[in-house]
C-alpha cells in the first residue's frame, strides 16, 4: 500500500511539474505573440477565436472553399522573426488539399485560414503553436511552442460536388 501510495505520489508530482512547464511555455508564446503584434504599428490582423491571426494582402474572387473542397495554393512558412523554414515555391505545382481533412497536412491553422479566402487571393497567417506544430514542434526544425508566420496564395477552388 506504501508503495503504491508513493508511485502514485511521483506521478502526481511529475504531472504537477510538467503542467506547470507547459504553462510557461504557453505564456512566453503568448507574450511574443503580442510584442510581434505590437510591432506592426498600422498592420491590423484579425484575431479568430481560435487564436488564429489573418491578414488579407491581396482580395481574391469568387466564392469562399469550404470543407471538402479542393484548394491549391503555395506558401511560405517563416518564425516570428521572418526566418523562412519552409516554402513550396521551387516547385511548379502548388499543394492540392481537401479543406477540413487534415489528410498531408497536420496544420490546423492553415487549414482554418484557407477557409477565408478566395481564388488568387493572398493572405498572411500568425498561427500559434496550438495551431501549427503543439508543444512538441517538429525536431530539428521547429521548437515547440512556436508562432509560425504564413504567406498564403490561393491558386484555384475545386468545389465539392454535394455542395
Known amino acids: 500500500m506504501m508503495t503504491r501510495l508513493k508511485y502514485l505520489l511521483v506521478v502526481f508530482s511529475v504531472l504537477t511539474v510538467t503542467g506547470c512547464e507547459k504553462n510557461r511555455w504557453a505564456d512566453f508564446e503568448a507574450k511574443l505573440i503580442q510584442e510581434y503584434i505590437d510591432s506592426l504599428e ?3 490582423y484579425v484575431k479568430y477565436p481560435s487564436g488564429l491571426y489573418y491578414i488579407e494582402l491581396n482580395g481574391g ?4 472553399p469550404a ?5 491549391y495554393f503555395k506558401y511560405k512558412a517563416a518564425f516570428i522573426d521572418y526566418v523562412q523554414f519552409d516554402t513550396n515555391e521551387p516547385y511548379t ?9 487534415y489528410v498531408g497536412m497536420s496544420v490546423k491553422g492553415v487549414d ?7 481564388k488568387g487571393g493572398t493572405a ?3 498561427t500559434p503553436s496550438s495551431l501549427a506544430y503543439g508543444f512538441e514542434g517538429i525536431w530539428g526544425i521547429v521548437a515547440g511552442y512556436t508562432p509560425i508566420i504564413w504567406t498564403l496564395e490561393l491558386d484555384s477552388i475545386k468545389v465539392h460536388a454535394g455542395r
Not at 470543407?67 to 484548394?71: E, I, K, Q, R, S
Request: glycine fraction near 10%; avoid cysteine.
Open 42 to 44: 498600422d498592420t491590423v
Open 61 to 64: 474572387t469568387g466564392p469562399f
Open 67 to 71: 470543407d471538402n473542397d479542393t484548394v
Open 93 to 101: 505545382k502548388p499543394v492540392e488539399y481537401v479543406l477540413g481533412s
Open 112 to 118: 482554418e485560414g484557407l477557409h477565408y479566402m478566395r
Open 124 to 126: 498572411r497567417l500568425l
